[in-house]
């Protein structure tokens, strides 16, 4: 097989967005799986259209997901330049072929002084090409009208740049969203003309919403750009790991895959052929396990700027570490921390009618009255609050359940929570005091 070699190609008009990240991704995973090569070309002809810092933002975040690629705007290559803009000179050339072929004709729109270029279809044709998604398409080259190759202000169409640019560059296959299918015949018909080998399509169905609508960029229910997620506390392996689940499934059970291992697993066979839904609480679950998996001391760094950027003081290091090892398994996004610090830590602590009744009905009013006395006598750290709790139930004849439950409820208010003896450490004694007070006067 001819190496392998695909490539993305944005238009600069806006941030990162899902739907293209998966594009990029799916080419980035065909051409690393088979040793090929990824390129990013930047499809800016729709001038009006182009914003600044279109392309930086773009690559940052696909740098972010942890794609890299061989040739590219950036970082050029042997097949540049990788602007279209900068290619204006060898459309010319190709559409004047055309023309001298008598496959094109010049055609002067009113009020203008340089006349355009248009194809002329052939009548009576039939266009196939080989899908890797859908298998063999046609089309009927009598349902194509003559289309614009090069406008007037010597700009070339999407549909003839993408084409002198994918032969030029040898691009082997065309992965890309389903909007493009109608495009192809076009895209076909030029490959014809000049004799080219025409490459392997592969058209990736529709992402949709929990509604099974197609997703769109209004939608405001659904975040769509990648840089939101950054922003939150998304981790990039995760994220790669959720887009790569949209439209492809590996072979065995198990759904969370590091890079390297869906770098190893995937195979085009394996695109789905039905729309593939963007599934928030998937995207959630599939973070909160690649949190999960993270090194301690990793995940105290990931946690550090969402603290500083709410203002919450962070005394030290172990400090830092000793609320994020708290929170670490409850974690599904990176900014959570500040709700779990807030939540945690809140002054106008209160004590809800479901927690108040099981301490009444746990008669747990003397071993909280027990708890809160001897916590003055001891020195404060975590290994010496888990022996007072387990001294202070033998005394008053408290076990499991009714052990630790009351003293959750009295410290911070929770049934449920994180290690105990950790988070009455890190409340700080006065705190913890003020709230054993407080609970024993509700009893
Ligand atoms: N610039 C086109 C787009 O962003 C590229 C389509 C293609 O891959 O051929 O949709």
Redesign the pocket.
Known sequence: MKEVRV?????PTGLLHIG?AR?ALFNYLFARHHGGKFIIRI?DTDVARNVEGGVESQLKYLDWLGIDWDEGPDIGGPFGPYFQLERLDLYREYAQKLIDMGLAYHEYREGSDEPGIRMRVPKDRTFKFKDMVRGELSFDSNEVEDWILVKDNGIPT?NFA?VID?HFMEITH????E??IT?TPK?VMLYEAFGWDVPVFGHMTLIVNEEKKKLSKRDVTVMQFISQYAELGYLPEAMLNFITLLGWSPSGEEEILSKDEIISLFDETRLSKAPSMFDKDKLTYINSRHIKSMDPVVFMEFCRPFLEEANIEIKNDEWLKDLTDLFHDRMSYGAEIVKLYQEFFKDDFEIGEEELNFLKEANSKELIIKFREEIENIEFNPEEIQELIKRVGKEVGAKGRFLFMPIRIATTGQMHGPSLPHAIYLLEKDKISRRLEHAISLL
């Open positions: 490539r993305y190609a944005p238009s293209n594009t499809e999407y993408v994918d065309v992965m890309r969203g909007e493009h495009n895209q």
